[in-house]
């Protein structure tokens, strides 16, 4: 197993980015309106939180700080789920593509939980 250099060499920051560019590609096939733009914009302002906050807290790699922007990291994963569900529920986007989702925002949480706990 080789040496972690960078935090793109992170599985679960691999995950989240995936996630990520899913959220952004979902979105831009909404019909907009009002309700649908605001959830589009939350849905993407959670989900690029995610990479972007273990890529800091990795830049910091220090035990608590880094373990603090796994959290904030982790309430976005928790954050983006729910945008994705009300997206499913409201009909923007079907089930099948709610559970696929739903599933890599899930691992993402998981391991993010593991990771803390190891900090």
């Excluded at 560019?21 to 733009?37: C, H, M, P, T």
């Amino acid at each position: 197993m080789g040496e972690i250099k960078s935090y793109k060499d992170l599985i679960v920051w691999q995950k989240s980015h995936k996630l990520c560019n899913r959220a952004i590609d979902l979105v831009e096939k909404f019909k907009y309106g009002k309700a649908s733009n605001i959830i589009s914009e939350q849905l993407i302002r959670s989900a690029t939180s995610i990479p972007a906050n273990i890529a800091e807290g990795y830049g910091r790699h220090k035990g608590k700080e880094f373990q603090n922007y796994l959290y904030i990291a982790k309430g976005s994963a928790l954050e983006t789920d729910y945008w994705l569900f009300l997206c499913s529920e409201r009909n923007l986007i079907d089930k099948n593509e709610y559970s696929e989702l739903a599933k890599i925002c899930n691992e993402n949480i998981l391991m993010l939980f593991s990771i803390i706990r190891k900090l």
